[in-house]
Nanobody
Framework: QVQLVESGGGLVQAGGSLRLSCAAS????????MTWYRQAPGKQRELVAT???????NYADSVKGRFTIARDNAENAVYLQMNSLKPEDTAVYYC???????????WGQGTQVTVSS
């Protein structure tokens, strides 16, 4: 069973930066898209950023210009560089890979990001 392992979360002051990483425990066939989601307490999980196998990216309006998603196809890994962090970015961040001939989703366990004001 493939596992996605996230790292890089933590506590940071407003205006600071963090870099999240997510890597698969083994090679995954045909990864179509890699996505970061987040879920704040009492809120629904929301899409933060996604990158396709072709390199196309999409961002939530709330993070455009501050966050950058990147992928390493050879390593089956995805990264999220988060700059100019705000308290409202506080959430558990999850990575998701859509992969396979009939794509299905794989999820990481989540990593906590806390931004203090």
């Amino acid at each position: 069973q493939v596992q996605l392992v996230e790292s890089g979360g933590g506590l940071v002051q407003a205006g600071g930066s963090l870099r999240l990483s997510c890597a698969a425990s083994r090679s995954i066939f045909r990864v179509v898209a890699m996505t970061w989601y987040r879920q704040a307490p009492g809120k629904q999980r929301e899409l933060v950023a996604t990158i396709t196998s072709g390199g196309s990216t999409n961002y939530a309006d709330s993070v455009k210009g501050r966050f950058t998603i990147a992928r390493d196809n050879a390593e089956n890994a995805v990264y999220l560089q988060m700059n100019s962090l705000k308290p409202e970015d506080t959430a558990v961040y999850y990575c998701n890979f859509m992969a396979g001939l009939v794509p299905k989703g794989y999820w990481g366990q989540g990593t906590q990001v806390t931004v203090s004001s």
